[in-house]
């Protein structure tokens, strides 16, 4: 044996080696023929196959694929719209003989098909519905497609509706309608805050008016009784209640200067605002009040006369005991 005929039985033997051996990976599966005619489905791991008669005719994966097709079509009221269905399929384990002879091109067979089962729903729907929808949608795919493929050896694990996308001026046309709508809804609930706040605070101004008129009523109480307690101290040295009130009165006529003097920001101006101004009030105030003693006693005089009388027609005499309504005045 020469030497150049060693290299090649050692290099062809390597060859008839490499051909015998293949490594299959995981989630995968290879198809053998031998002679152009399907042997067998290898699974992952080491394999042997016959050299030069059997070869390996194609790989396939059994993991989850997925395959997003875009359809274009027409709803109930003339919207076109675009709608991305996404559609995930694995082939089955036991049917990848039919995987692989019975469908050259799957994603081809499982585009056909979404496009035939949306453009034969989408149109009997409205654009609202088709938002609305859209899960109803992507079960009648999964389901129609899943009865369609399973014929050829592929499982749908699912179809989803991922994207709805109207024509632009529609799209334009419906963000105008939801923000008039939002802005409609903000206005409303504006109004309802505006007539609450007014509602709050009439209750609450009418509310101030009553605790308002109630602490003037217990002032003008307190008042009354200050007065009341003052009369009765006058009285009690010799002063009758006329001269009592006229002097309480000019009293608080001077406590109220003096309160109005006191506030450095006041911008009331009182007149008359002189000496002589108590003074004659205080004679003004005691010739009333004589004057009205006065015609109380004559009034009274009047009304023993006409409506006191005996049984016999004779005038009732008058106790002499009895003072006069009046006659404390020269007291």
């Known amino acids: 044996?020469?030497?150049?005929?060693?290299?090649?039985?050692?290099?062809?033997?390597?060859f008839l080696l490499m051909s015998t051996i293949f490594i299959v990976k995981q989630q995968s599966a290879a198809i053998v023929e031998r002679f152009g005619k399907f042997q067998s489905?290898?699974?992952?791991?080491?394999?042997?196959?016959?050299?030069?008669?059997?070869?390996?005719?194609?790989?396939?994966?059994?993991?989850?694929?997925?395959?997003?097709?875009v359809v274009e079509t027409k709803t109930s009221d003339d919207v076109f719209v675009k709608l991305k269905v996404s559609v995930q399929y694995r082939v089955v384990d036991s049917k990848v003989f039919?995987?692989?002879?019975?469908?050259?091109?799957p994603q081809d067979q499982i585009t056909s098909?979404?496009?035939?089962?949306?453009?034969?729903?989408?149109?009997?729907?409205?654009?609202?519905?088709?938002?609305?929808?859209?899960?109803?949608?992507?079960v009648a795919v999964k389901q129609s497609l899943g009865e369609?493929?399973?014929?050829?050896?592929?499982?749908?694990?699912?179809?989803?509706?991922?994207?709805?996308?109207?024509?632009a001026e529609v799209k334009i046309a419906m963000n105008r309608i939801n923000a008039a709508d939002r802005e409609k809804t903000a206005a409303q609930y504006e109004g309802d805050a505006a007539r609450i706040l007014i509602v709050e605070k009439a209750k609450a101004e009418a509310e101030s008016k009553r605790l308002q008129g109630q602490g003037i009523a217990d002032q003008r109480r307190e008042i009354a009784k200050g007065i009341e307690d003052s009369v009765g101290t006058l009285g009690s040295v010799g002063i009758n209640s006329q001269e009592a009130s006229a002097l309480i009165v000019v009293t608080q006529h001077y406590d109220t200067l003096q309160s109005i003097g006191g506030e450095t920001n006041s911008n009331l101006i009182l007149l008359p605002n002189s000496p002589q101004a108590g003074s004659t009030m205080l004679n003004d105030m005691v010739a009333a009040f004589t004057a009205s003693s006065k015609i109380g006693e004559a009034m009274q005089k009047?009304?023993?006369?006409t409506s006191i009388s005996e049984p016999d027609g004779g005038v009732e005499p008058k106790d002499p005991q009895t003072p006069e309504f009046g006659?404390?005045?020269?007291?």
């Not at 098909?113 to 992507?138: C, E, G, H, T, W």
């Not at 369609?148 to 994207?163: S, W």
């Open 302 to 305: 009047e009304n023993q006369k």
């Open 148 to 167: 369609a493929m399973d014929e050829y050896g592929y499982f749908i694990v699912k179809a989803l509706v991922t994207d709805i996308e109207p024509d």
């Open 98 to 105: 039919d995987a692989f002879y019975k469908l050259d091109f």
């Open 41 to 69: 489905v290898r699974g992952p791991g080491f394999q042997i196959k016959i050299p030069l008669v059997d070869r390996i005719a194609g790989r396939l994966s059994l993991k989850v694929l997925q395959l997003d097709v």
């Open 1 to 14: 044996m020469s030497l150049f005929t060693t290299p090649l039985i050692i290099l062809f033997l390597f």
């Open 113 to 138: 098909y979404v496009f035939d089962l949306i453009r034969s729903q989408v149109p009997k729907m409205k654009l609202d519905d088709v938002f609305s929808k859209q899960d109803d949608i992507a």
């Open 327 to 331: 006659d404390f005045e020269g007291e």
